[in-house]
């Protein structure tokens, strides 16, 4: 996978001075218009994030592999919520991602992981939402100190990144021997043996 990463004017010197930037929201654009929205973004100085990824699409007389995006109909921009008209007006966008009207941010880390999953080019693809599983990090390579959920598919082991607000995941193929438990699941999996373990109580 792909994917196109804009930058504002100023985003990259806030990253370096270390500056706290404004969050990460998801915006529903029209199908089709996904790239379109993302450039008139990076043209008003807005920090926009669209991935994508490589698919097969079969033509009249041929099959060809293109670049489609990971999340149809979405991407993510940085702006100040307080001051979204802008954001609202750009052609394309339909809304702000969010609860009653109210833009929700999208998790730093969520949209980190899937920067960092496009940034190395592994081919991947979407995949159902998943919230529960083994959570995993990787703990060397390309993905070194991301986290997911692992699962097994087709004999394969997978490494499955989700996008929370949006309900949607994408996964990639990883060997299990770079990954190791979260603390998080590893004491998910003391509770459960604790209670498995719980001596029965006999009432009488």
Request: contains cysteine; proline residues 5%; charged residues 20%.
């Amino acid at each position: 996978m792909r994917a196109i990463l804009t930058t504002g004017c100023d985003a990259e010197a806030t990253r370096q001075t270390g500056v706290s930037q404004h969050p990460w929201f998801a915006l529903q654009v029209r199908t089709r218009h996904e790239a379109g929205v993302a450039n008139y973004l990076l043209g008003q100085g807005y920090e926009s994030f669209l991935p994508l990824y490589k698919c097969r699409k079969r033509w009249s007389d041929r099959i060809k592999e293109v670049q489609t995006p990971l999340f149809p109909g979405y991407l993510f921009c940085r702006f100040d919520a307080q001051d979204r008209l802008p954001i609202m007006k750009t052609p394309g966008v339909m809304q702000i991602v969010g609860v009653n009207r109210v833009p929700v941010a999208v998790d730093e880390s969520e949209i980190s992981a899937i920067q960092t999953l496009a940034g190395t080019g592994l081919p991947n693809q979407p995949w159902p939402f998943l919230q529960v599983g083994e959570r995993v990090r990787i703990e060397s390579g390309s993905l070194c100190g991301i986290e997911g959920i692992l699962m097994d598919f087709k004999g394969s082991h997978r490494l499955v990144l989700s996008i929370t607000l949006l309900q949607r995941s994408v996964s990639v193929e990883i060997d299990c021997a770079f990954v190791a438990a979260t603390s998080l699941s590893r004491q998910s999996r003391m509770e459960k043996t604790l209670v498995m373990c719980k001596p029965a109580q006999i009432v009488v």
